[in-house]
């Protein structure tokens, strides 16, 4: 039997939440987790455009993990990021993520925003990657590019590769119109409708990475709803694509000196001469693979400079607990030109046959207006390669991917106050390269409720890393309302 409620959005339409999709366990919507857990699922359908609340509409797939012990005090949604990430697999994953209590307190809520996963999704995929004959055709950011120098060559190898994916998505996607309505602030107004189908006055919510600009524009949209809300690693809502391009560049090229630093100060590590000379050994060793691709116990694959940036990057998200295996994999190729180690971190980065890629795409360039100007494109790349020199060409060039996307925002960005919301916990993390510690600054300062946590340590995002500080704080203000004192500062493993 479905069930009908109204949304609570400014427009009044009808949504109806079917019984179940497939799950493991088969069609009846529970399933058992690999810790006993208890999940289930359900679909939701809401509009495609809610300024045509009657029109075409589009599904919402979302996975519930049931409090431990079948006592809950609430429903916690969460989003892991991207956009483009799936909230459906990270509610698989709550085990592992969050701390016992919090599992025990609330039933947990994972859902896949419009044009993700499960959802009504965009689909980029070709019919050969489908059968699993081919590889992705194009990575999600100017990646591809990355091995070029001139904006000339830059500019073109990534215009040539979204053109691709654009033509693939246009292909694969149903309906064609979801590529139009995939923006932030209509998965806002799904997300109000998920909290009320689950019973819920205020939502509570923990969102990271991109999950925090999620997270902001909801509480912008429905202060009155907003419950304890939790950002990690945040993302400037006043900021430009072009300016988070260059933070996210800057940033990778400080975390990666702070590498250098953390590995000249280890055993082990093939960088020497301090921290300048490491940072240009690294460079020599991209320059030269990006020439000659360093071989692999793959003699079908070889890693390329711009492989190596990749692999870089996903190193460099994460703590130091990956800065072990990043010295091993730099040594194997320095020392031995060997790039297995390499090879098996960028393809881990690699764009999945899920479409994430797409959707990342998609959600970005609806969410930002785009400088459509060549001369703005080359100032753009020739500062980001000035201000960091490894990073740069893979974190620019949002505006003219976006050009040639042709699905264009026309909000512009500006700071979210939200006010009237109840108090919001914003987690900054000062090594955070991808989402730099200024960003949760800036926002935590922006919202009327705001206040800023700070980890003093390395990494994207804070929360389940290696500051019982920090889990202990988000925790407390989860399961009691209890927000830490002002300007609380955690600093590393405390």
């Not at 499960?118 to 059968?131: L, N, P, R, V, Y």
């Not at 590529?179 to 409708?193: E, F, K, Q």
């Not at 207006?369 to 060409?393: C, H, L, M």
Request: net charge negative.
């Amino acid at each position: 039997m479905e069930k009908t409620v109204q949304s609570s959005t400014a427009t009044t339409s009808e949504v109806t939440v079917a019984p179940s999709f497939d799950s493991a366990s088969g069609t009846d919507g529970t399933s058992e987790g690999t810790d006993d857990a208890t999940f289930s699922c359900a679909v939701v359908t809401v509009p495609l455009d809610y300024t045509n609340p009657q029109g075409e509409s589009i599904s919402i797939a979302m996975k519930k993990r049931a409090a431990a012990g079948g006592h809950s005090q609430g429903t916690l949604f969460i989003n892991p990021g991207g956009p483009g990430d799936s909230g459906v697999a990270f509610a698989e994953q709550a085990g592992t993520s969050f701390a016992p209590e919090l599992l025990s307190a609330y039933d947990i809520i994972g859902f896949d925003p419009r044009g993700v996963g499960s959802s009504t999704a965009i689909t980029c995929t070709t019919d050969d990657e489908s059968a699993g004959t081919a590889e992705p055709s194009t990575a999600a950011t100017a990646e591809t590019a990355s091995g070029t120098d001139s904006f000339e060559e830059w500019s073109e190898a990534t215009r040539q590769s979204f053109q691709d994916l654009v033509a693939q998505c246009a292909a694969g996607t149903t309906p064609a119109a979801l590529l139009d309505h995939v923006d932030t602030v209509s998965a806002a107004r799904d997300l109000d409708i998920l909290r009320a189908l689950a019973g819920q006055e205020k939502l509570t919510y923990l969102g990271f990475s991109y999950g925090t600009y999620l997270g902001a524009v909801y509480a912008e949209n429905f202060p009155g709803n907003t419950g304890r809300m939790v950002l990690d690693g945040a993302i400037d809502p006043a900021l430009s694509l072009a300016d988070q391009g260059l933070g996210q560049a800057t940033g990778f090229e400080q975390a990666l000196r702070t590498y250098v630093d953390y590995c000249q100060s280890s055993t082990g590590c093939p960088l020497s001469g301090g921290t300048d000379a490491g940072v240009q050994q690294i460079r020599n060793l991209i320059t030269s693979a990006n020439s000659t691709p360093l071989p692999t116990s793959d003699p079908n694959r070889t890693v390329t400079g711009s492989d190596i940036v990749t692999a870089l990057s996903e190193y460099l998200y994460s703590s130091e607990q990956a800065w072990v295996p990043l010295t091993s994999a730099l040594d194997q190729a320095i020392n031995h030109r060997d790039g297995s180690l390499l090879a098996v971190q960028e393809d881990q980065a690699a764009v999945s046959k899920d479409d994430s890629g797409g959707a990342f795409q998609a959600i970005t360039c609806l969410d930002y207006p785009v400088e459509d100007d060549t001369a703005t494109w080359s100032a753009q790349y020739e500062e980001a390669k000035r201000v960091a020199p490894i990073f740069g060409n893979t974190s620019v060039g949002m505006d003219l991917v976006c050009s040639v996307w042709g699905h264009n925002g026309t909000r512009k960005p500006t700071q979210i106050h939200a006010h009237g919301a109840a108090p919001i916990l914003v987690v900054g993390t000062t090594g955070d390269p991808a989402t730099p510690y200024a960003w949760s600054k800036s926002l935590a300062e922006q919202l009327d409720s705001g206040q800023l946590l700070t980890w003093e340590g390395n990494g994207h995002t804070a929360y389940g890393g290696d500051a019982p500080c920090v889990n202990d704080a988000i925790d407390a203000y989860l399961l009691s309302g209890t927000m830490p004192k002002e300007g609380l500062t955690c600093h590393g493993s405390e």
